[in-house]
């Protein structure tokens, strides 16, 4: 299965895929999708877009992954990611993959085993997890690995469940 994670924002949106095969991960490709601050929003937002179905058609992942939008106290920066995000989605349906979400500390709990981590600590963690000789950068990208790692090891559990429940 390839995953598609991303870590949406309107100056950078990071991307992690990866190819899990069981237990196995193993990172495909990484990077973040960075946008031009002069742009118009709208446009910023299309540019987004538009690598994203260039990132479908080069790796065919099979679903894509965010993480849920969090906020602390400025709302303005939240409902720009929320307009990166709807963008993400708009591109996982026009080309016919599911999304899935997992909170922060779903992400946490799945790459380090503890959903209070730090970012440090979650970094460290999908360096170790796809064999990874240093941390990826940018960050944003190393964030969307790691939403990508919670998929697969969250979709493993879930299979294991179904399959041995009564």
Known sequence: ????????????????????????????????????????????????YDELIHLVSQYQPDLFVLEDLFFN?????????GEARGVAKLAAANTNRPVFNYTPAQVKQAVVGYGKASKHQVQEMVKILLHLDEIPRPNHAADALAIAICHARSYKMLQLRERYSP
């Open 1 to 48: 299965m390839v995953i598609l994670g991303i870590d949406p924002g309107i100056a950078n949106t990071g991307y992690g895929l990866i190819e899990a095969d069981g237990a196995t991960l193993k990172a495909v490709d990484f990077a973040s999708i960075k946008t031009n601050a002069q742009m118009e929003s709208a446009h910023r937002l299309k540019f987004i």
């Open 73 to 81: 106290k400025n709302v303005t920066s939240a409902l720009v990611v």
